[in-house]
């Protein structure tokens, strides 16, 4: 059973800055893609920042500059840096990941979220 755990949310003034962790558990053969998305009240679920198992490296451009994301192989972790936090970026985040399991077969995975607010 493949599990996505975030952590690192909460409550920071506007201009203070975050670290969201996502750690993949479970059985599989290998991480495609790892992404943060989230989701304001009465809004949709929106992208944040993506990273592919190349690097490859996409943001909204309402965090680019801001945020940064980054993955660290070996623990099987994404992580989201979000530096100069505004108050529009409060939402809860969801940690996704493409996984592939023992077969190549290709699944999406979403973690439960993590609560951030930026009070202004």
């Known amino acids: 059973q493949v599990q996505l755990v975030e952590s690192g949310g909460g409550l920071v003034q506007a201009g203070g800055s975050l670290r969201l962790s996502c750690v993949v558990s479970?059985?599989?053969?290998?991480?495609?893609?790892m992404g943060w998305y989230r989701q304001a009240p009465g809004k949709q679920r929106e992208l944040v920042a993506t990273?592919?198992?190349?690097?490859?490296?996409t943001y909204a451009d309402s965090v680019k500059g801001r945020f940064t994301i980054s993955r660290d192989y070996f623990k099987n972790t994404a992580y989201l840096q979000m530096n100069t936090l505004k108050s529009e970026d409060t939402a809860v985040y969801y940690c996704?990941?493409?996984?592939?399991?023992?077969?190549?077969?290709?699944?999406?995975?979403w973690g439960q979220g993590t609560q951030v607010t930026v009070s202004s």
């Open positions: 996704n990941a493409i996984i592939r399991d023992w077969n190549s077969a290709a699944a999406d995975y």
């Open positions: 479970g059985n599989f053969f290998a991480i495609n893609y």
């Open positions: 990273i592919t198992s190349g690097d490859k490296i």
